[in-house]
């Protein structure tokens, strides 16, 4: 059971222009959203989060759009740049009081930015 | 560079054999997880300990074992090896959890394990 889901596997977008992932999740006791970004050979590093009380939260290029309703968030970025090339994973954290951050991952989008 | 660090970063043995992988926190933050990423999947997360103790636990077969020392190292004990145990192995820290904090983890760049 897939508790956090990202339905494309690819994404190409041109440079310049705006780049949207989506991602969606099925668990509403998540209490914050994450974005992370994964090169090759590389760990992952943490990119923006949101609050599951929040709708939006914005970061520079990055922002987040959460609907809870729908269960769906969305990572926009405006503009796109190649080094943004990278796969891009959604996470959500389920807070149980119990110390723990356990985080559960989508199976990520390779996002490709053309010049 | 996230100040996690995981040693080896490759690692290539034969099905039946018994590995480990060794992975040092971030100065200061007492819990370890870690995660395995096979092809094509995301990170499924396996276990966390917090200052020593098992806090959590998710989908870690029982051929694998971890553990945190007292220095808060820890180690991910993999033993008779299959095939489908080829993946990257990550291991992560963060601070004390909070619902104050956004749960942010920190990865180091991962063992990548192939058996043959």
């Known amino acids: 059971d897939q508790q956090v889901k990202q339905n494309s596997p690819s994404l190409s977008v041109q440079e310049g222009r705006i780049s949207i992932l989506n991602c969606d999740y099925t668990?509403?006791?998540?209490?914050?959203f994450l974005w992370y970004k994964k090169y090759p050979a590389e760990g992952p590093t943490f990119l923006i989060s949101?609050?599951?009380?929040?709708d939006k939260n914005e970061d520079g290029r990055f922002t987040v759009f959460l609907n809870k309703s729908a269960k769906h968030l969305s990572l926009h970025i405006v503009p796109s740049q190649p080094g943004d090339s990278a796969v891009y994973f959604c996470?959500?954290?389920?807070?149980?009081?119990?110390?723990?951050?356990?985080?559960?991952f989508g199976t990520g989008t390779l996002l490709a930015v053309q010049p | 560079d996230s100040g996690v660090t995981q040693t080896p970063k490759h690692l290539i043995t034969a099905t039946g054999q018994r590995v480990t992988l060794r992975c040092s926190p971030r100065?200061?933050?007492?819990?370890v997880y870690w995660y395995q990423q096979s092809l094509d999947q995301g990170l499924q997360f396996l276990i966390q300990?917090?200052?020593?103790?098992?806090?959590a636990k998710g989908n870690i077969l029982e051929r694998f074992s971890a553990q945190q020392f007292p220095d808060l190292h820890s180690e991910l004990n993999l033993s008779s090896l299959e095939l489908g145990d080829s993946a990257l192995y990550f291991c992560?820290?963060?601070?004390?959890?909070?619902?104050?904090?956004?749960?942010?983890?920190?990865f180091g760049e991962g063992s990548r394990l192939t058996v043959l």
């Open positions: 300990y917090y200052n020593g103790e098992e806090r």
């Open positions: 949101i609050s599951s009380i929040k």
């Open positions: 996470a959500a954290r389920g807070w149980s009081g119990g110390a723990t951050n356990k985080l559960i």
């Open positions: 992560a820290s963060s601070v004390v959890a909070s619902i104050l904090n956004t749960g942010e983890l920190f």
């Open positions: 668990n509403s006791m998540f209490d914050y």
């Open positions: 100065s200061g933050d007492l819990s």
